[in-house]
T-cell receptor, first 112, second 116 residues
Framework: KNQVEQSPQSLIILEGKNCTLQ??????????LRWYKQDTGRGPVSLTIMTFSENTKSNGRYTATLDADTKQSSLHITASQLSDSASYIC???????????FGKGNQVVVIP | DAGVIQSPRHEVTEMGQEVTLRCKPI?????LFWYRQTMMRGLELLIY????????DSGMPEDRFSAKMPNASFSTLKIQPSEPRDSAVYFC??????????????FGQGTRLTVV
């Protein structure tokens, strides 16, 4: 079983609407969690990185939350734009073992 | 800085041929990572280097895969012989975190490999 599960696998939203992506993980002990945005044909670009003590972090219209107790994270996109169409990948780092666990991504399509 | 530079962007080769993918990390970064991405498996870490030394190659799928980093500004990932199941996008990333995985990695544009 994958250590990082993302949902929904894909979604389509209207331009201007909000959406929330989910990431559940089992990595333990936990070090940090990152959300990456990957445009089609490009490499992933980091949006946020959150450590154990952080509950929320924003990057423009992107807001990530983390509940280390339930091992859940979400990425909220506010007032979506066409340029938000991309795959959003959740990556979890384990503490002390220097390994990364990757989710398979949430594919977001924003339509006008 | 131009970012992480990978070449070629696209590679189509016949099964059994040798394939070499190249990466130039961001100047000053001391960690370099090779990833493979497919629809089925998502992103997978193949190997990473710290200060040109391979630290963890447990993600390398089999002996047909090898990676080298002869100096701080260049790395290669070689597949010999290539097989159709190797078809994927291969990403190189670099970071300045000294090998720690909790520092941000910057990705190249990737090499799309197709083995026919």
């Amino acid at each position: 079983k994958n250590q990082v599960e993302q949902s929904p696998q894909s979604l389509i939203i209207l331009e201007g609407k909000n959406c929330t992506l989910q990431c559940n993980y089992t990595v333990s002990p936990f070090s940090n969690l990152r959300w990456y945005k990957q445009d089609t044909g490009r490499g992933p670009v980091s949006l946020t990185i959150m450590t154990f003590s952080e509950n929320t972090k924003s990057n423009g219209r992107y807001t990530a939350t983390l509940d280390a107790d339930t091992k859940q994270s979400s990425l909220h996109i506010t007032a979506s734009q066409l340029s938000d169409s991309a795959s959003y990948i959740c990556v979890v780092s384990g503490y002390g073992n220097n390994r990364l666990a990757f989710g398979k991504g949430n594919q977001v399509v924003v339509i006008p | 800085d131009a970012g992480v530079i990978q070449s070629p962007r696209h590679e189509v080769t016949e099964m059994g041929q040798e394939v070499t993918l190249r990466c130039k990390p961001i100047s000053g970064h001391n960690s370099l990572f090779w990833y493979r991405q497919t629809m089925m498996r998502g992103l997978e870490l193949l190997i990473y280097f710290n200060n040109n030394v391979p630290i963890d190659d447990s993600g390398m799928p089999e002996d047909r895969f090898s990676a080298k980093m002869p100096n701080a500004s260049f790395s290669t990932l070689k597949i010999q012989p290539s097989e159709p199941r190797d078809s994927a996008v291969y990403f190189c990333a670099s970071s300045g975190g000294g090998g720690r995985m909790n520092t941000e990695a910057f990705f190249g544009q990737g090499t799309r490999l197709t083995v026919v």
